[in-house]
């Protein structure tokens, strides 16, 4: 099997990678598993039909085009798509759908899977406490306790409170710069995340999202004009 993961950027993608990896092992299933990270989430084209712009990068602005691609390509193959993004302060449900209705029209052929991060990709890391201290642990669990699990709240900034001692200057500091120490938490936590372990609610529905579509059989090929 071949699973091909459209990620929102680089930070993230390691922590997606590594727990697919997981829950398919978990269901006794080899897989080949690719991360195509893009830069940043974007929005959806107004033309879903049309091509991208030409210098469009963000995964929701290239997704119609890459769903069609994947379709001719791999359609009717024992491929699973998955989509994951931080639903940022976006409606969580409503961009599910609208990811779903994307992939349902342009890779009718293909198993898709979304995966929504409540607010960011943070929540997933802190929806495992045992593995976050294992990564760091002199964490500040005081901070830990006080975040509502999936809330809308800056997430990268808690995480960043409880396991930096230089979390004013770095919350200061912002984006792009917090990107690199982003991806490193991402790397070192991501290690010891275990899927069954994980409380976040949005974790929890990709989870089975994936391990459903791990146990349905590949789509049957239809003609499509797409």
């Known amino acids: 099997m071949l699973i091909e993961i459209l990620a929102e950027d680089k930070s993230g ?3 997606v990678r590594r727990e697919v990896q997981k829950i398919c092992s978990k269901a006794g ?3 080949a598993i690719n991360v195509r990270p ?3 989430c974007g929005s959806f084209p107004k033309d879903l039909d049309a091509k991208p712009a030409k210098f469009a990068n963000s995964l929701l602005d290239l ?4 769903c069609r691609a994947y379709n001719s390509v791999y359609g009717g193959k024992d491929l699973i798509l998955i989509v994951v993004m931080d639903s940022d302060d976006k409606d969580p449900q409503s961009l599910r759908s609208g990811i779903y209705e994307v992939a349902r029209k342009y890779a009718p052929d293909v198993r898709s899977v979304v995966g929504l991060c409540t607010e960011e990709i943070e929540a997933w890391m802190l929806g495992d406490r045992k593995a976050l201290l294992k990564a760091y642990p002199e964490a500040d669990v005081s901070v830990l306790d006080s975040y509502e699990q999936d809330s809308v709240c800056g997430t990268w900034e808690v995480l960043c409170r409880a396991i930096s001692e230089d979390y004013d200057e770095l919350i200061d500091i912002g984006y792009p710069a917090i990107g690199h120490y982003k991806a ?3 790397t070192e936590i991501s290690r010891y995340l275990e899927p069954e372990n994980n409380v976040s609610p949005s974790f929890t529905t990709f989870k089975y999202a ?4 791990l146990k349905n059989p590949k789509p049957i090929v239809r003609k499509t004009s797409f």
């Open 63 to 66: 997704l119609p085009a890459e």
């Open 29 to 31: 299933i080899d897989t």
């Open 13 to 15: 993608s390691v922590v």
């Open 210 to 213: 994936l391990e459903t579509a």
């Open 38 to 40: 893009h830069r940043g």
């Open 184 to 186: 490193q938490w991402a």
